[in-house]
């Protein structure tokens, strides 16, 4: 099993930052994306950013400029470094990773628990 640990969540300011990390450990396999997720209140959970394992970036628009996503192969840890946060940023953050047992088997999702994010006007 996989396990992720995150982060550097808190409450900070509007037009702040934080970093948030993602600490992978246990049966990882093959890594195939690695992402960050989050859910704010009363919403569903939606693609903040991702990275895949060949070094591919995918953002959300509402995040493009202000976040940045990034991985430590080395250490199995993922970070979003996050920029010019805005009250509408408040979530609950998740680390997401895809990986594989064997380079041909079948994707799996393994989550973090989450932490949570405030952004104060």
């Known amino acids: 099993q996989v396990q992720l640990v995150e982060s550097g969540g808190g409450l900070v300011q509007a037009g702040g930052s934080l970093r948030l990390s993602c600490a992978a450990s246990?049966?990882?396999?093959?890594?195939?994306?690695m992402g960050w997720y989050r859910q704010p209140p009363g919403k569903q959970r939606e693609l903040v950013a991702t990275?895949?394992?060949?070094?591919?970036?995918n953002y959300a628009d509402f995040v493009k400029g202000r976040f940045t996503i990034s991985r430590d192969s080395a250490q199995n840890t993922l970070y979003l470094q996050m920029n010019s946060l805005k009250p509408e940023d408040t979530a609950v953050y998740y680390c997401?990773?895809?990986?594989?047992?064997?380079?041909?088997?079948?994707?799996?999702?393994?989550w973090g628990q989450g932490t949570q994010v405030t952004v104060s006007s």
């Open positions: 997401n990773l895809r990986s594989r047992r064997t380079p041909w088997s079948g994707d799996i999702d393994s």
């Open positions: 246990g049966s990882i396999g093959f890594i195939t994306v």
């Open positions: 990275l895949t394992s060949v070094g591919i970036l």
